[in-house]
Structure formats: C-alpha cells, structure tokens
C-alpha cells in the first residue's frame, strides 16, 4: 500500500481521492450557502450547528485543511515533477490541436482558486475563528439577540470589487472542475463504459455548482 | 510547392542545438513527408552540408521508427499515421513548417531529429513479457477459450508501434499511454494473469525511474497516437496497479 | 568443397524426430560458457536470441534499428500458415508441406520443407502462450483464414497486423532474456565483417552507429538472421534500413550464396508516383479476391487518362481489358503473385499502363460493390432498390472487409477507392533466395548459421502467402536451438574467444579501411544516386521477365557502375559521429556486387520457375503456349555461388533436388 504512493499513478490516484472529498465539500458548502437565498433563518441555524458543532470543528474542518493542503501540494509536486520530464520546450507546440485550455492549465486555473481561497480564509474563516476561539464568543448572536451569519453574509457582498473577485474566481473554479471532475474518475481507473455519462455528469457539475456560487454572491449583491 | 523549414540541428547528444532555416522548392504534393526530408538531404548534402539525421525505417506506418515533432504536433498535423505516412498535401504552398525532434528528458537527443528511446525497452524488459519458455512445449493454442471481445481489446492495446508520439505530446511528457497499452494487452488475456501484479508494479517502477512526467488526464497522447491507442488503457492501469497493491 | 546438405536418412516423417534423437547435448553448466552472436532481431533472430538464452547460452544480439521491435517482419500483413487442421477442412502437415514445395516450383528441399510444416502447429501454441491477441471466433477458439489460393484455412491472423504481433511476442521474449542478463542487446550496430579463426566463425566486427566506434564481438558460433536483399531494386516494400551487408560480408568469407535470382514481386503495390519515390507500399493480396485488374482497351483511352481527359469510371466495359481473365480463364484475378505480376508487366510495357509513369493498371472493386450491393438488398428485403442504394450497400461489405486498406490507400494516393478503380503495380517484396544453409541451417562456413529469409531454404523458387513468418519463427524457435547445440558440443572446452588475435586486428582493419575511404573520397554524388541506378537496371533488366541479353546486359552495367561509384561517391560527416550517408554506403556497396551476381545466377538459369522468368523459357505450343516452363531435366538444383573476388568470377556449386516423397507437376491456371 505505501509502494503505491510513492509511484507516480499512486499519487494521480491520491490526487483523485483528495479531489472527490473536495468536490463533495464543494456541494455541501453549496447546499448550505444556497439557503441563505431562500430563507435567513435556515442558513442561520444550518450555520450555527456547521459552526458550533464539535464533530464538524474539531474532526472534519481538520480533515478539510488537510485535504484542501494537500491537493494543493500534490499538484504542485505532480507540476514540478512535470515540468522537469521535459528540459528543452518546443519551439512550436500546437496544444490546442489535441487538448482543452481547462486540461492544459489546471495548475492556473488552480492557483486562481488558492488566491481566492486565500481570500476567502480572510473574509470568512478567520473573523469566525477570532470569533469564537480568540474571544471566546461561541453563542453566535449579534448585540440584537438574533443569529450573526446571515447578516455577515450580507455584509461582505456589499463591496463590488469582492464580489467581482468571488465571480472570477468561480469561473476559475468552473475551468477547474470542467477538466477535473473527469480526470478525477479516469485516474480512479473509470472505464470507459461508465465515462460517458460520468463525462456529462461532470459537465453538469462543474457549471451548475460555480454557477450556482456566482449566483449567491450576486444575489446577496443585489438584495442587501 | 515551395516551403520554408525551419528544423531542429544538434551535432550530437553533448552539443547544444538550434533551429536552421531552410529552403526547399518544387516538392511535389504526392511526395510523403519523409521523402520531402530526402529531397531537402539530397540538396544538403550536393551543397557540401550535413545532411540531416532522422529515424526512418519501415516507411508505412507501423515500425515506430520515424519520430519528428512537425508544426508543433508528433507525427504532424494528419491524425492516425506517422511522419512517414504523412503527405505533403497537407501543406500550402508558402507555408513554414516547424520540425523538432520528440522532447522529453526520458528522450534524450542524439542527433538532430534522432532521440534515444532506450527508455522504453528498459520498460518493456522490466516486465513487458509473460514468463513462459520458448520451447513449444506448451498447451495446445485452443486450450484456453478467450472471448473474442477480450482478445479484439488486447490486439487494441497490442498494436501500439512503440513510437513514442504520446510522450511526445504529453505535456507532461508522461509514458503513461505507452506502458498502459502493454500493462493492458496482457491483462485483458488469460495468459498474462498469472504475473498481473508484479508486472504492473514493476513497469510502473521502471516508467517513473526513466524521469517521464506523470499523466494529468489532458488526451493530448490519444489524440496523437498513429494507431489510436484509446486513454481507457491508462484507466486499465491504474486499476491494475491499485489491485496489485491493495 | 562440395555440398554436403546433411539431410538425415529416413523416411521424411521420422527424419526430424530421429535427428533430434541423435544429436549431441550441451549440458546446462556448459551453455554458460559459451556465446552465440545473433545478428537481426526480426521474427527470425529475436525468437533464435530468446531461446538460446532461455537454454542458457550466453547470447549477444544486433540489430541497427533503435529497438529490436522494429525489425522489417514487424510489416507482414496478412497472417502465419500452421498444419492445425482446427478447421477439420483436411489440413495436415503433409499437405502443408506439399502445398509449400508445389508453391516454390519444386526448388526446394523436400526434408527442410517438411520439417518446417512439422514444427508449424508449435509456432501458435508457443505464441498464444506468450499473449498474441491472435483473432478468435465467437467461441473462443482461434479463427483461420485462407491465403494464397491453397484449398485449406490454415492461416492465423491477427488483424491485418500479424508480423507486427508476431515480432512483439519474440521482442517480448528477448526482453525477458535481456532482463535475466542471458542477452546482451546491442541497438543501433550494423554488422560489418565475420571473423573467421581456424576456418570457424568466431566473432564479428560491428559499427556502433551512434558514436561510430568499430567494436569487436567474439562468440563460439555466429548467427546471421538479417532479412533479404529486396533493395537491391531501390524500390521495394522492404524497409529503408533493409540490407544484405551481413550475408554478403559472410559470402565473402566463404560463405556460397544460393539462387539469388528468386525473387518475389508482389502484385498489389500502391505504384509509383515520381522520381523522388523512397519505397513502395504493399497491399494485402486478398484485394483480388474481389477487385478486377484491368487496363483500357485502346490505347487512346490510355493516353487521355494520363492526361486526366478522362476519367476510369467513364470507360465502357466493352472497351476495357480484363486481362488476367482473358489469359486465365479458370483463376482469373486469383492467379498465383508471380503470374499476375508478369501479366501486369506485360500489358503496360505495351504501352497500356494508366497513370503518369506508365506503370499502373487498375484494381476495379465496382463489379463487387454491385454484387454485394444486390445481395445485400435481397438480405434486408429490399424490393426495386435503386442504384445508389445498391452501391451504399455494397460499399457497406467492402468496407467491412478491406476498409483499412482502402483507407491506407486513399492516405496515400489521394484518391477513393469506393468512388474510382485503385491502381496498382507489382513491387519487390521477398527474396527467395539466400546464404545455402544444409539441414543444420549451417552455412558453408564452420559456425556460422544462417536463418529466416537471409537464408535460402524452404520456399523454392516462389514463397506462399503466409509463409515467411511461419520459417522465421520455426528457425529461430524451434529448428536452431537443436541444430547448434550438436555444433556446439565440440566447444565446451575452447573457453572464451579473445578479441585480441590477429584475424580480428585483419578484420577491424578491412573495415576501418573501408569506412576512411568513403568519408575521404570526396566524390561528386550521393549514395542514392548509385543505388537509384542499380534499382533501374535491376528492375528493367533483372526483374519480372529476363533473358539472356538483357542479364549479360546488366552483369555489365552493374559493374561499371559499381566502379563508377567507388570512385565518385560521395559521402558527407565523419566517421566517428552517427552519420546515416555512412551506412548507406556500405550497404549499396554490397548491393552492387550482389545485384551483378544475382543477374548471373538468373542468366545460368534457364528455366522459368516460379519467382524467376525467363522469356527464352515457355511453352511453345498448346494450352499453355506463353507460359513459364520449368527445366526439371537441367535444372533441379539449388545453385550455390562461392565467392571468388568478383561477383562474375563466382563459381557454381549445384545441390542436386531430389523429389522422394512429391511428384513433380507443371504448374497451370489456364
């Protein structure tokens, strides 16, 4: 078992496997952000408990930082390892005759999403560890007694420029998931049988959730 | 047709290379793109030049020797043939064709267009073969029905001509086409099950010594296959190599 | 010296068992101390590489290719003949042996023939062992196919790729032996000298390619399986590399050459488009199962076709000729390669050939498509189809059957064959002949083995279809591990063969000699200028029909341009550095001398048998009046040449045929 991550296709697969947790975090995070269009309250308590619950805080946000860590230090060992296969470029590459954009620039379209993941921790992440953990504030009430989350929410899409930002960095995310929920399933082995539809499943999921993300930001924009 | 080429020239494997302009006039649209190669070598070498090195052999399509890297695509701009297969049609008159040799640290060059693909046989040596002795001695051919579907997919796999046209392409300059097809030809067959797992374990282990790149799923090697060599024999792999270790 | 063939007594069916029996061992403890030299990594010397190293000898293997896996047998299409009988159609190794020395025109060795049928039904087992994704039925079990116009199905295939799995499976096999350390594989080295000591071959000069460097190479025997000499016409289907430097060096060294004029030509080759052509493209010979060959009538139509005023498809039936048909009644388009190729000859010498060259006749698949088309239509229930329906669904079968084909010619020619008749024209393919080898596959020289189509065995004067990988792989699996270890057994004390003697010093010499001469001759034309000149006097002079003037002819122009070239070649580099113009070189060199003694061999015979035809040599009268007549009075014998300095000067030794177990018939397809 650890021969197999230390050859190249165990890490494409340990790659994959980091991939699929982060996709599905990706649909949770989507489930939850979408209620704050539908109903204030919903997404309050659904945040309350993610926030608040010992389960999610002290076993899967860990689990998360890892994954999210070590995907991203994967794949820039897989780039560097890369990189290094071939000393001498060409002199004409005509990359577009055999590949997608989204395939050949995954480790762009990947930095993009660190930027903005790295924006997101400030935005987010931080003021609610500061909140709770810092001063110690776990009741997640505002002075006014109601829930803190929606209204926070609100409150960070007022900027134009951040929710410039979150769009662009979806549509990184889209350019991402568009080559890598595919290549997640072909480094697992898929076989072709199945790929088909997991191709067109893929399509689906790589525009309908960044999409689904562009839309939130752009809602809260627009109604607050 | 007149063309302008514009060809990769390295004296040896120690020297460093450049790119070389040069001229050739009257090429005919019947001729191959090998033969195009002649006529530039045959100028060459009446100018008192080197002419320029490049593998050759079978000239139809399917001894993998020929291996030269055209207007930014392995085996050029055709799909599913070689550069010895490829016609001059595919060019205008005028045009400017670029001519590279196959790039991969595993490829190291020799000479101008001429690259060392010796990575590939330590590959195959590593454990491309099923261990049965050559003496004849063995069970009669038929003793062992294999479904027709799975000896069409293992001739799939089998007819890979070693040209290395996927590294080439590749990005990453990743083998992983070439050691999924042969990994693939034997466990699609009864007769390679025996060895499954040190087979793949082993090719694998010698694929990442020999410094090729590791596949990141972009076809670029399927695409550019002569013989079409489908990216399922990468996902074969990969499922072989987890089984093997798990 | 005369010949001695060594062939065993005994009735035919027990000779290669009870030689078997006879021979001498080599115990395993003495195999590892000695060596064996294999040159050429084909069908042939990669499966005789991988078996004397599993048997435990120490095995140095050459080739100048990057890889053993491209060796030339990696382009045979159409499939390996075996005496299976898996088809219960009759077959038996009887009568794969009578089918083998009937095709070769009965100039060839009943007892090696019969062998090579014996040994055939291993050759699958041994390769389905090894993972050959051979073609299968629905069943499972392997699926055969007729070929070459015998009466059984008795050929595996495997897609239209055979060669190329065949060869992958003994490179599998190599690589398993080279990874056990039992081969030493040296890639991209070129054969250029044997080294004899005491009479015996003991080593060989070699030419790193890459860095140009002479490396010695001592062995206690040495094994040439380094493919035909097809290029001596320029153009062949051979490949570009494909040479007979090794075995003409041997001949030189005392091995006899054994009927060089056998040569096939094969009649479907896609033709010539110009001057600057490197090599022809061979189509499988099962398109005349369904194609007609024709030319146009009057020779007006000829003429406006190759000026493009008219178009094939617009030629009535009335003004075209079906020749094969017309001359051969009963086999029609199927007549065997060598008489096709001499029909297609003919017709276009008269004046008749269809494209620009003058060297094309044409391949029309319309007739099939109808009929196809109609069988299909009555098949799907089709009522009152029309005639574009009929041709959609004929193309339909077509494709089914020869759609790589017709996709490989269309990649070439740029012209659909579905729409407009192929044309084609018969290219060299396969030389029959070769180094004389006695039953042990021995040369002439002491130690020194010749297999595979290097050598001149087991198909006569005409091969079979299917039949060049089925003696490559018996010669190198099956046949030479025995007959070696019996050479062999007298060496387990001689020990390791220094390289520091003088006969190796006399022969690294020779070649370095040879290799400073080209580079510093600073003549005024290149190698293929030569080699384009022998081709053109090869094909016109020494190649599907011949006769006495025109080979006297060519002996003579051979030789002066020959002379010519060793005085105004030009060869451009260095010798210390790869330098393909290098290479070249040597080999048209060789060609040269071989091409003189090839047009001598085949003005000594004067008989037409199957590959070779001489125009002096046919029936006069009856039936057959036009057609090849074999001399089996004068000329049953294999005719082996002993190097005397000058391919002229070379002195004949005949190896009388004796046919114990076949009647000898004519051949007739009238």
Redesign the interface.
């Known amino acids: 078992m650890s021969g197999l991550f230390k050859s190249s296709i165990g890490r494409k697969v340990a790659m994959a496997l980091s991939a699929i947790f982060l996709m599905i975090f990706l649909l949770q995070h989507f489930a939850i952000n979408i209620l704050s269009v539908f109903s204030a309250d919903r997404f309050n308590d659904v945040s309350h408990f993610m926030g608040t619950n010992f389960f999610v805080q002290f076993l899967l946000q860990p689990v998360l930082i890892f994954g999210v860590v070590f995907h991203f230090v994967m794949g820039f060992m897989l780039e560097i390892r890369n990189r290094n296969a071939r000393t001498i470029s060409y002199a004409k590459n005509n990359g577009s005759a055999n590949t997608t954009w989204m395939s050949r620039n995954m480790i762009w379209s990947g930095l993009a999403i660190l930027a903005f993941i790295v924006l997101h921790f400030i935005d987010f992440w931080i003021p609610e560890i500061n909140t709770k953990y810092i001063q110690g504030d776990v009741s997640g009430l505002l002075p006014d007694g109601n829930f803190r989350y929606f209204e926070e929410l609100q409150h960070k899409f007022e900027n134009p420029i951040r929710v410039g930002a979150y769009v662009v960095a979806f549509v990184f995310l889209a350019l991402h998931l568009l080559h890598g929920f595919a290549s997640t399933f072909q480094s697992m082995g898929a076989g072709s049988m199945r790929r088909a539809k997991l191709q067109a499943f893929g399509k689906a999921y790589a525009i309908i959730i960044p999409l689904g993300f562009i839309f939130i930001a752009l809602f809260h924009y627009f109604n607050h | 047709m007149n063309l302008t080429l ?1 060809i ?1 020239r390295q ?2 494997a120690k020297s460093k290379g450049k ?1 070389v302009s040069y001229q050739v006039n009257d090429i ?1 649209e ?3 793109f ?2 195009m190669m ?2 530039l070598n ?1 100028q ?3 100018e ?4 320029i ?1 490049f ?6 399509g ?4 020929c291996s030269m ?1 055209i ?3 392995a085996h050029g ?2 799909r599913g ?1 070689t550069t010895c ?1 490829l ?1 001059m ?1 595919s060019f205008k008159d005028g045009d400017t064709i ?1 001519i ?1 040799p196959f ?4 490829f190291p060059v ?2 101008d267009l ?1 690259v ?3 990575a ?2 330590r590959i ?3 454990g ?15 003793a ?5 579907h799975a ?2 997919e ?2 799939d796999s ?2 890979c ?2 040209c290395g046209a996927c590294v080439a ?1 590749c ?4 083998a ?1 086409l070439f050691v999924g097809a042969k990994v693939s ?2 466990a699609l ?1 009864p ?2 099950q025996i060895e499954a797992t040190d087979r793949v ?1 082993n090719m ?2 010698q ?2 010594l020999e ?10 090697c399927e ?2 296959c002569p013989k079409g060599i ?3 024999n ?6 072989e ?2 089984k093997a ?2 | 010296m005369s010949l001695n063939s060594k062939i065993p007594q005994g009735p035919i069916k027990d000779k290669w068992t009870n030689y078997k029996n006879s021979i001498n061992l080599v115990n395993p403890a003495n195999k590892r101390s000695l060596d064996i030299i294999v040159v050429g990594t084909g069908l042939a010397g990669g499966s005789a590489a991988a078996t004397l190293a599993e048997l435990g000898y120490n095995v140095k293997a050459f080739c100048y290719q990057d890889s053993p896996r491209r060796a030339h047998s990696i382009a045979a299409q159409g499939g390996i003949n075996a005496a299976k009988n898996y088809q219960g159609d009759g077959d038996s190794i009887y009568r794969l042996f009578y089918d083998t020395v009937k095709g070769g025109d009965y100039r060839s060795r009943e007892a090696n023939v019969y062998r090579l049928a014996e040994v055939s039904a291993n050759i699958i087992d041994q390769c389905v062992a090894q993972g050959v994704p051979f073609a299968r039925d629905y069943g499972g079990l392997l699926d055969n196919r007729s070929f070459g116009g015998v009466l059984v199905s008795r050929t595996f295939y495997a897609k239209g790729q055979t060669g190329q799995q065949l060869l992958l499976g003994a490179y599998s096999a190599m690589n398993r032996q080279i990874a056990r350390g039992k081969i030493e594989m040296h890639n991209r080295h070129e054969m250029l000298d044997v080294v004899k000591i005491d009479g015996k071959a003991r080593g060989i000069i070699a030419r790193n390619l890459v860095t140009g460097e002479i490396e010695r190479h001592s062995a206690h025997a040495v094994v040439i399986a380094s493919g035909g000499y097809g290029n001596v016409y320029f153009l062949s289907t051979n490949a570009m590399g494909s040479n007979a430097t090794a075995a003409w060096k041997v001949h030189k060294k005392g091995a006899y050459f054994a009927n060089p004029c056998y040569t096939q030509i094969h009649p479907t080759c896609i033709p010539r488009s110009g001057d600057y052509q490197s090599k022809l493209t061979l189509m499988s010979e099962s398109l005349r199962n369904d194609g007609r060959i024709w030319v146009p009538k009057n020779i007006e139509d000829v003429k406006a076709i190759r000026e493009g005023k008219l178009k094939p498809v617009d030629i009535p039936e009335e003004n075209r000729d079906y020749y094969l048909e017309r001359r051969y009644p009963a086999f029609g388009n199927l007549v065997p390669r060598d008489v096709a190729s001499r029909a297609a000859k003919e017709r276009c010498d008269a004046g008749y050939g269809v494209n620009a060259t003058g060297e094309a006749v044409f391949l029309d698949f319309k007739s099939a498509i109808e009929r196809y088309g109609n069988e299909q239509a009555k098949i799907h229930n089709i009522k009152n189809p029309s005639k574009a329906k009929i041709t959609e669904l004929g193309a339909a079968v077509i494709k089914e059957k020869y759609g790589n084909l017709f996709q490989m010619y269309e990649k070439i020619v740029d012209q659909d064959p579905y729409k407009t008749p192929m044309m084609i024209y018969p290219a060299t393919h396969y030389t029959m002949g070769g180094l004389w080898v006695d039953y042990n596959l021995m040369t002439t020289v002491p130690g020194l083995y010749c297999i595979g189509e290097a050598n001149f065995s087991d198909h006569g004067a005409n091969r079979l279809g299917a039949s060049a990988l089925m003696q490559g792989l018996a010669d190198g699996y099956f046949v030479l591990p025995y007959t070696i270890g019996d050479y062999l057994s007298n060496d387990i004390r001689t020990g390791k063969i220094p390289t520091d003697t003088p006969e190796f010093d006399e022969a690294e010499k020779e070649v370095k000699e040879r290799i400073n001469f080209f580079i510093n001759n600073n003549g005024s034309h290149s190698v293929d200028h030569f080699h384009k000149r022998l081709g053109k006097v090869m094909w016109d002079k020494v190649g599907m029909a011949r006769n006495a003037k025109g080979l006297t002819e060519a002996m003579a122009e051979i030789k002066a341009i020959r002379e010519e070239f060793w005085k105004d070649v030009k060869v451009p580099g260095t010798a210390n550095e790869m330098n393909p113009e290098l290479e070249k070189a040597g080999r048209v060199a060789d060609f040269l001398e071989l091409g003189e003694l090839f047009a001598k061999d085949a003005l000594m015979r004067n008989e037409s048998c199957g590959g070779h035809f001489r125009e002096e040599s046919v029936e006069l009268e009856g039936e057959q009046k036009g057609e090849a007549k074999r001399n089996d009075k004068d000329f049953a014998f294999v005719a082996a040449w002993e190097y005397k300095g000058e391919p002229a000067d070379a002195v004949l030794h005949k190896e009388e045929l004796k046919f114990e177990n076949i009647e000898l018939k004519q051949r007739s397809y009238k």
């Open positions: 514009k990769w004296k040896d790119m005919s019947h001729m191959s090998l033969e002649d006529v045959e060459l070498i009446n008192g030049q080197e002419p090195a593998d050759h052999d079978c000239r139809e399917i001894c993998g020797m890297y207007n930014g695509e701009p055709d043939v297969q016609h049609r670029t590279e790039r991969a640290k595993a020799i000479k001429v060392d693909r010796s590939f046989e195959q040596q590593a491309g073969f099923i261990s049965v002795n050559t003496s004849g001695n063995t069970q009669d051919a038929n062992i029905p294999i479904s027709k000896a069409d293992a001739m089998a007819t001509i070693g392409s990005k990453n300059a990743s992983m030809q034997y067959l007769q390679g374990k694998v282990a694929m990442d410094g090729f790149g590791n596949c990141t799923n972009t076809g670029a695409v550019e489908s990216l399922e990468i996902a074969r792999m990969n499922r190599l987890m270790n798990l």
